[in-house]
């Protein structure tokens, strides 16, 4: 499958997230599933700037192109348990807790837990 302008398909899209010219945080879509209509966002953003909405109101910005403009019916978001302030951001835009998946990752000094959270196209449009 070709995308618009050339680019290949699953390869995601990572934007940076600034503050006075500094990056500070990223987010993006990790990969797209064109014949499901589903994908996947993930996020960080440095200490210093969490708790200022700036994640929240950038993965909205992120699931209106992913529901709008390339018409997808599943959006998932991943976090780890014990990571409060990331599964607040999924929780605070409609997602709901679909599942928790052990083993999901595989890091340099653990194996990592995940916590899925799914939005629908048709959550998104009531809110």
Do not use: K
């Not at 200490?47 to 950038?58: H, K, L, Y």
């Not at 993965?59 to 529901?67: E, M, T």
Request: charged share 25%; no cysteine; hydrophobic share 40%.
């Amino acid at each position: 499958m070709q995308l618009p302008g050339g680019a290949s398909p699953n390869q995601g899209f990572q934007a940076a997230i600034l503050e006075r010219g500094a990056i500070v945080g990223g987010i993006g879509f990790h990969r797209t599933d064109w014949e499901q209509r589903a994908t996947t966002i993930g996020y960080w953003i440095a200490e210093d700037f969490q708790g200022r909405g700036t994640v929240t109101r950038a993965a909205a910005r992120l699931i209106d192109h992913a529901l709008d403009v390339w018409e997808l019916e599943r959006i998932e978001i991943r976090a780890a348990p014990d990571n409060r302030r990331s599964r607040a951001i999924p929780e605070r835009l409609g997602f709901h807790q679909e599942r928790v998946i052990p083993n999901a990752e595989r890091l340099p000094y653990r194996i990592a837990v995940h916590v899925v959270y799914v939005l629908l196209s048709d959550q998104w449009q009531r809110r």
